[in-house]
């Protein structure tokens, strides 16, 4: 009975010995750790992509739309834009704008003419005044086809007021306005 005793014993403590051996060897402590660190660094990239985290850290890193020279590459407006009487603020832009997400650059289309004697700055507001875009000053004959909002907007259709403001030798001279769409798709 007591060599039964003692085997079961002995049985029970290597049982025991086996498990505390996996965590007391540094190679498999390290091992283990790994695999665990692994498995949660996919479930955390995961859930961050489900919660759309990298979306959002794109839209603070990517760059705003570029200021060209020339004209909007379109023909609607082009002609009455040619001719601007002195003290007149004139400009194109795209009262449809289209977001493909909150995130990314949508067409926006913002041209100050050739003709026109002030640098302008577009502003872009929800109804309830909410900033959301601010575009660079634009000297006359430059416009911008591209740009990001400068706050994000959820899936929908939003009407919008835009203001495009007048500067002359940094001076505020005036402003004009009026109504847009803004969509953003997804």
Avoid at 28 to 35: E, G, H, I, M, R
Wanted: one cysteine or more; charged letters at 25%.
């Amino acid at each position: 009975m007591n060599k039964a005793g003692k085997s079961k014993g002995n049985s029970r403590t290597n049982k025991l010995n086996s498990k505390v051996d996996l965590f007391s060897n540094p190679k498999k402590k390290a091992l283990a750790l790994s695999v665990s660190l692994s498995i949660l660094f996919v479930i955390l990239v995961f859930s961050l992509v489900k919660v759309g985290f990298f979306s959002y850290i794109g839209f603070l890193f990517s760059p705003r739309g570029e200021v060209l020279v020339g004209t909007i590459p379109i023909e609607d407006g082009l002609q009455d834009v040619q001719d601007i009487p002195k003290g007149e603020i004139r400009f194109r832009l795209n009262k449809t704008v289209t977001f493909k997400d909150g995130y990314s650059m949508g067409d926006i289309m913002l041209e100050n003419p050739k003709a026109c004697e002030f640098d302008l700055e577009f502003s872009f507001y929800t109804l309830d005044s909410e900033l959301i875009y601010v575009s660079p000053q634009l000297k006359p004959g430059e416009y911008i086809s591209n740009d990001k909002l400068k706050k994000r907007l959820k899936k929908g259709v939003y009407e919008c007021v835009y203001k495009a403001t007048a500067y002359e030798e940094g001076a505020r001279m005036g402003d004009a306005g009026g109504y847009l769409t803004i969509t953003v798709e997804s």
